[in-house]
Nanobody, 116 residues
Framework: QVQLVESGGALVQPGGSLRLSCAASGFSFDIYTMTWYRQAPGKERELVASITNNGGSINYADAVKGRFTISRDNDKNTVFLQMNGLKVEDTAVYYC?????????WGQGTLVTVSE
């Protein structure tokens, strides 16, 4: 059974940091591209950051470049999103995605709220 379980979401003040984790099971994690998406209230889901299976290619949305870092540990079947310098506009549900050709898996999301 495929599972992606996100964790680490919380309420944080502007300028703060959080580290999100996504634990994967039920598929060959180390051959999948992993991506973090987010969906803010009333907005469409958007790509935040992606990392290829061996970490050789990483991409970020312009809105998070220089503040967020995606990484993965293939031995632990986990992908991370380190978020620094958080802004109010980073408030969203953050989702973990695993993709390999036509195979596409999603987690349930974790809520990040940035507020005073």
């Amino acid at each position: 059974q495929v599972q992606l379980v996100e964790s680490g979401g919380a309420l944080v003040q502007p300028g703060g940091s959080l580290r999100l984790s996504c634990a994967a099971s039920g598929f060959s994690f180390d051959i999948y591209t992993m991506t973090w998406y987010r969906q803010a209230p009333g907005k469409e889901r958007e790509l935040v950051a992606s990392i290829t299976n061996n970490g050789g290619s990483i991409n970020y949305a312009d809105a998070v470049k220089g503040r967020f870092t995606i990484s993965r540990d293939n031995d632990k079947n986990t992908v991370f999103l380190q978020m620094n310098g958080l802004k109010v506009e980073d408030t969203a549900v953050y989702y973990c995605n695993a993709r390999l050709m036509t195979r596409d898996y999603w987690g349930q999301g974790t809520l990040v709220t940035v507020s005073e």
